[in-house]
């Protein structure tokens, strides 16, 4: 089992920055593939960004390249997201999920095993 606690949301204005992150339990965190995902009201969970295990390996949504960075700690069984240029567009629940395969990347929601409760991000334009 693997228990995964977000914390870093809050209220920006566009263009600003705000850094989450996931702090995980389990012995096995460093063997997940670890995953950012979110969802506005009346949307579909979407995938933001995730890195393999090994972290040589990470993938990014269109809407967020280069201005979204996934990173993580495997020794403090955290996984972070760094948003900067944030758009009111980017407004959501940011969840963090993972999963269990490790070497490879899902960009689905049915591909993870473990979720966050989510934390709430709100752009202001």
């Known amino acids: 089992q693997v228990q995964l606690v977000e914390s870093g949301g809050g209220l920006v204005q566009a263009g600003g920055s705000l850094r989450l992150s996931c702090a995980a339990s389990g012995r096995t965190f460093s063997m997940y593939t670890m995953g950012w995902f979110r969802q506005a009201p009346g949307e579909e969970r979407e995938f933001v960004a995730a890195s393999n295990w090994s972290r040589r390996s990470t993938a990014y949504a269109e809407s967020v390249k280069g201005r979204f960075t996934i990173s993580r700690d495997n020794a403090k069984n955290t996984v972070y997201l760094q948003m900067n240029s944030l758009k009111p567009e980017d407004t959501a629940v940011y969840y963090c999920?993972?999963?269990?395969?490790?070497?490879?990347?899902?960009?689905?929601?049915?591909?993870?095993?473990?979720w966050g409760q989510g934390t709430q991000v709100t752009v202001s334009s």
């Open positions: 999920a993972a999963d269990h395969r490790g070497s490879g990347i899902s960009y689905y929601v049915g591909a993870y095993d473990y």
